[in-house]
Nanobody
Framework: QVQLVESGGGLVQAGGSLRLSCAASGGTFSTYDHGWYRQAPGKQRELVATISQSGNTNYADSVKGRFTISRDNTKNTIYLQMNSLKPEDTAVYSC??????????WGQGTQVTVSS
């Protein structure tokens, strides 16, 4: 069983930056792919960025060039550096650990609010 705990959310003005962290425990961190997802009020959850076991990354078009996902296997943690934040980035951000096609774990999420 993998436990994921997100941190780093908060209130920031448009144009500002935040770094989210997702600390994992209970599993072999390096064997999982990881991702950040977000859900805004009244909207479906959407993919923000993913990072594979080997470090390959993928981003939603809406965050390319502004967000960076990374992982530190020595700390069992993944990060999401968010720059040039926009009000439309406001959402609850959650991390996911997954492997194979049927194993996945989710964190509780952290609120990010960007004021205009």
């Amino acid at each position: 069983q993998v436990q994921l705990v997100e941190s780093g959310g908060g209130l920031v003005q448009a144009g500002g930056s935040l770094r989210l962290s997702c600390a994992a425990s209970g599993g072999t961190f390096s064997t999982y792919d990881h991702g950040w997802y977000r859900q805004a009020p009244g909207k479906q959850r959407e993919l923000v960025a993913t990072i594979s076991q080997s470090g390959n990354t993928n981003y939603a078009d809406s965050v390319k060039g502004r967000f960076t996902i990374s992982r530190d296997n020595t700390k069992n943690t993944i990060y999401l550096q968010m720059n040039s934040l926009k009000p439309e980035d406001t959402a609850v951000y959650s991390c996911k650990a997954s492997k194979f096609s049927h194993i996945e774990y989710w964190g509780q999420g952290t609120q990010v609010t960007v004021s205009s």
